[in-house]
């Protein structure tokens, strides 16, 4: 198994037309705009963040899956981040993770404290403002 980098890079470029990040060769398209008169087709900086907390959930469930080892299907995670204005900041932070899979209850709630523990977009976050989430199962259909 090789080791997860310990340094990340990132490039973001705007102009009057769009805004970019360049991310592990992916571009994504940004909206940066102040005040728009239209909604965006494509995400803000909140919208990124919460993003990134979701495919840290999701990359520790595949990484969990090896590890414990966890048998699943699918997984899918809804994110919701509230923020305050005064001072600017994120304030709460809340997921459901929704697993496929036919592991018993307890294996379950085991992957779920494995999430939180090792999660590095997770708890970095967690330093900062409020994590609360919840992880449902259901058996696959045939």
């Not at 999701?58 to 080892?69: C, G």
Request: glycine residues 4%.
């Amino acid at each position: 198994m090789t080791a997860a980098p310990l340094t990340y890079r990132v490039t973001a470029r705007a102009d009057a037309a769009a805004s970019m990040v360049l991310a592990a060769g992916d571009e994504i398209a940004l909206d940066t705009r102040w005040q728009p008169d239209a909604p965006s087709t494509h995400p803000g900086p909140a919208e990124l963040l919460a993003g990134a907390f979701a495919a840290c959930l999701l990359k520790n469930v595949a990484r969990s899956s090896t590890m414990l080892p966890f048998a699943y299907e699918s997984v899918r995670v809804e994110v919701t981040m509230h923020r305050q204005d005064a001072p600017p900041r994120f304030t709460a932070i809340e997921y459901t993770l929704h697993l496929v899979t036919t592991e018993p209850a307890h294996r379950v709630e085991l992957l779920h404290r494995n999430l939180q523990k090792f999660g590095t977009v997770y708890n970095t976050l967690a330093a900062v403002c409020e994590v609360s989430g919840s992880v449902t199962a259901s058996p696959p259909t045939t």
